[in-house]
């Protein structure tokens, strides 16, 4: 059995309401420094992108489309009513003079059912009105009947899997939109939290240079200072000179950095209340390496392998292969149909006679069948080869797909356990080029020292500090990528969404 869960829109809507987001474009200058100091959460941003993304707003109706088809193809097993009212007149001859005038009056009224064992049955009441004149003498002959029929396939046609085929494979495609959404909301999710992390990452690397930069200058005009008294030769002056230019250079290249980051992320977060492009954002987590929720590699694998939305995508497209199989499979058989049909007929002046009349005992019956048989049935037997090819397709489909996200799931681990390494070892380096850089300014204190030294010493320094905090950096998202691959970022989140449950295959009878 399948089991489906509909994605809870309602309870991210609350979370998110419960949450006071205030417009950083509508504040006040005081506001503004306010903002600038609180900033929001990545937490908050990632509801504010499920709430407000273009790309996610149109991808949250696939359901919707989906829903229709199930209800159409349900509309099939629908009761239908039909009614039916004719008239017609016509003369005849007989002899040279006399003339008939014949008037008639059908009317048929009918309710009709397919069910989804194959049988159609109806129920129908007709009446008949008949005016004839004839030399001046003229007569009015009503009927009054109730058909009964029955039509019920025993071969093609006959059962609830070939009936019903149509509609379940319906709602095999809505529940497949809906772990597309799961898949599609926790790729904007980790989009999200990545791109918040790289803004955090752009405005420390900013800080880092303007700290460096201010370093490069002290140390450019105590160069200045000491060429003025002479305990320096003015050649050093080139190389403060080179440092500070190269500073400021790098400068340049992390704001424009930033302001790359900073439209991508409000690309993301589609902030209603301003232009989404314009207003500034300011990201309040601070960067720490919490331990991450590593297990055995086994039970990642497992994990992914039960929650990824394309694991149980493809699983619903072999339950649908498995479908499309019963379908083609009744389609070989021959047309083989019972009918029966059972009516009663009043006849009177009148129709209120007519229909007293019909408790007669006059009765009308008709039964037989139906039988149809292509002999060669080649494009049925295409069909159904076709079908049993494409449930094989499937199965290899899902084969290769469980092997990748094995293989993404081990690359995940790898890398998450490489960027925490590194984050003790570029904090070691950092502390070892911070020491270094102090000696080597001491050194140039007491002319030990050249200004080329002291500027390579403290491009080290600011190099090392660059690379721990894009070491950290990397490790978050390595994290983020981790419960991604695992497919349970969402739930980690404290999102509810299709898919916390593996698809399970079932043979459809």
């Known amino acids: 059995m399948i089991a489906k869960y509909r994605f809870r829109e309602g309870m991210l809507m609350f979370m998110f309401a419960c949450i006071f987001l205030t417009p950083l474009s509508s504040l006040s200058a005081s506001d503004e420094e ?19 993304n273009q ?70 009441v007709e009446t008949q009105r008949i005016d004839s004149e004839r030399s001046g003498f003229s007569s009015i002959q009503t009927s009054a009947a109730g058909v009964l029929s029955l039509n019920q396939p025993i071969l093609k046609g006959f059962g609830r899997g070939a009936n019903l085929a149509n509609l379940r494979k319906a709602q095999l495609a809505l529940l497949a939109s809906e772990y597309e959404l799961r898949g599609f909301a926790e790729n904007l999710v980790a989009d999200v939290e990545k791109t918040c992390w790289d803004y955090v990452l752009s405005q420390r690397r900013i800080s880092i240079f303007q700290e460096s930069l201010k370093l490069a200058e002290d140390q450019l005009d105590e160069t200045r200072k000491r060429i003025t008294i002479g305990k320096l030769a003015k050649v050093e002056l080139y190389a403060a000179e080179a440092e500070v230019a190269l500073r400021k250079e790098a400068l340049i290249n992390a704001r424009s950095n930033l302001e790359l980051t900073r439209l991508k992320l409000q690309r993301l977060l589609n902030n209603p209340d301003s232009n989404p492009l314009e207003s500034e954002i300011n990201i309040s987590d601070i960067p720490v390496a919490v331990e991450a929720d590593i297990t055995a590699i086994s039970e990642h694998i497992s994990r992914a392998l039960k929650m990824r939305p394309e694991i149980n995508q493809a699983r619903l ?63 049925d037997k295409a069909r159904y080869d076709r079908s049993v090819l494409y449930r094989k397709q499937s199965e290899e489909a899902l084969k290769n797909l469980e092997q990748l996200v094995e293989m993404d799931v081990r690359l995940a681990v790898i890398e998450i356990n490489r960027a925490k390494e590194q984050v003790s070892a570029t904090a070691a380096t950092r502390k070892l080029q911070e020491e270094s850089l102090r000696a080597e300014t001491e050194k140039f204190r007491v002319g030990k020292s050249t200004a080329l030294l002291v500027a390579r010493a403290q491009r080290d320094f600011v190099e090392s500090k660059i690379t721990e905090i894009d070491a950290l950096i990397t490790y978050l998202k390595a994290t983020i990528n981790l419960y991604q691959e695992e497919g349970t970022l969402l739930t980690r989140r404290g999102i509810t969404a299709p898919g916390d449950d593996p698809v399970t295959l079932s043979v459809v009878d």
């Open 55 to 124: 790309a996610f707003q149109i991808e949250r109706l696939n359901p919707e489309i989906r829903k229709t088809y199930e209800s159409e193809e349900k509309a099939v097993f629908d009761p239908a009513l039909t009614f039916e009212s004719t008239q017609s007149k016509s003369t005849l001859a007989s002899g040279i003079v006399d003339l008939t005038k014949i008037e008639r009056k059908n009317n048929n009224l009918e309710v009709s059912k397919t069910f989804s064992t194959g049988t159609e049955l109806s129920l129908g």
């Open 34 to 52: 306010a903002a600038e100091t609180q900033g929001i959460s990545i937490t908050e941003a990632t509801l504010r992108a499920l709430e407000n």
């Open 317 to 379: 497209d072999l339950e649908q292969d498995e479908i499309e199989i019963v379908r083609t499979k009744n389609g070989l058989l021959p047309v083989l149909d019972f009918f029966i049909t059972l009516g009663k007929t009043g006849y009177a002046d009148s129709f209120g006679e007519a229909f007293k009349s019909i408790d007669d005992a006059k009765y009308d019956v008709s039964a037989g069948i139906t039988f149809h048989f292509p002999i060669k049935k080649r494009a």
